[in-house]
Nanobody
Framework: QVQLVESGGGLVQAGGSLTLSCAASGSIFSIDTMGWYRQAPGKQRELVAL??????????NYADSVKGRFTISRDNAKNTVYLQMNSLKPEDTAVYYC?????????WGQGTQVTVSS
């Protein structure tokens, strides 16, 4: 089993910044992919950003809506992934879920609320 614990959510004004963190623990040998999804009220859960480890380094994907504003990073030694969110908009308001793929098994965190006021 793998546990994911998120932190860093909260309330911020439009244009502000927040940093989310997610630490993985448990039966971890190697985490293939870590990242973030979000779900706004009445909407489906959507990808925000993922970072996948490959032999030659890492591959990062962002949703178009956050490109240029959000930055994902990963500390493999700490099994932790971060999401730096800048220039936040009210439409970024959602519950943000940490995600990890370990040996083809998907794991989710409990979610952390991010609210951006206009």
């Amino acid at each position: 089993q793998v546990q994911l614990v998120e932190s860093g959510g909260g309330l911020v004004q439009a244009g502000g910044s927040l940093t989310l963190s997610c630490a993985a623990s448990g039966s971890i040998f190697s985490i293939d992919t870590m990242g973030w999804y979000r779900q706004a009220p009445g909407k489906q859960r959507e990808l925000v950003a993922l970072v996948a480890s490959i032999t030659s380094g890492s591959v990062i994907n962002y949703a178009d809506s956050v490109k240029g504003r959000f930055t994902i990073s990963r500390d493999n030694a700490k099994n932790t992934v971060y999401l730096q969110m800048n220039s936040l908009k009210p439409e970024d308001t959602a519950v943000y879920y940490c995600y990890a793929l370990v040996r083809a098994v998907k794991y989710w965190g409990q979610g952390t609320q991010v609210t951006v006021s206009s």
